[in-house]
């Protein structure tokens, strides 16, 4: 199984709501990423986990709190978020910190705040 | 840091005809060196990946890529391009300074003409 599982696949929210996104991996991966694309962009770097601790979060604005209850699972809540903040937010996983392995990307998440 | 570029924003070929996509890095250290594909709406899907070896990697879908390290290029190639591999393509490096982190490239747009 290689496969990263992200919900919903689709989200509109108010800028008052708060929301969250799920990923799920069962590779064995000890390496969680969260990104943000803008249509047409590459993939922006928000949060890394590693062992299920945060060890890389990219000055991303308080309004996005990522959470990893155990290896398998990657939260990202949302909260009072703006419509800039509109894209697709894709989970990944790979093998904890081996420089030679890939990374699996989920199908994202497209979330439309309004 | 690590960075990539992929100097052409779009690439246009025909139908059966060979294509390449060009990408160039600049790594302190060892390459590792990844090829990304993303269909509309979805995540992006591994291709291949360079460590070390032979300089010509061989992939998934019959991709390939040739590593150059005197042009530090990891040009993405195909004999013989489908209109089904139009989407948008990643070069993407692993960062050995910055948690391991996969940094991309701006991407490049593969349309094959039929």
Known sequence: ?114 | AQSVAQPEDQVNVAEGNPLTVKCTYSVSGNPYLFWYVQYPNRGLQFLLKYITGDNLVKGSYGFEAEFNKSQTSFHLKKPSALVSDSALYFCAVRDMDYGQNFVFGPGTRLSVLP
């Open chain 1, 1 to 114: 199984d290689t496969e990263v599982t992200q919900t919903p696949k689709h989200l509109v929210m108010g800028m008052t709501n708060k929301k969250s996104l799920k990923c799920e991996q069962h590779m064995g991966h000890r390496a969680m990423y969260w990104y943000k694309q803008k249509a047409k962009k590459p993939p922006e770097l928000m949060f890394v986990y590693s062992y299920e601790k945060l060890s890389i979060n990219e000055s991303v604005p308080s309004r996005f709190s990522p959470e990893c209850p155990n290896s398998s699972l990657l939260n990202l809540h949302l909260h009072a978020l703006q419509p800039e903040d509109s894209a697709l937010y894709l989970c990944a996983s790979s093998q904890e910190s081996r420089m030679n392995t890939e990374a699996f990307f989920g199908q994202g998440t497209r979330l439309t705040v309004v």
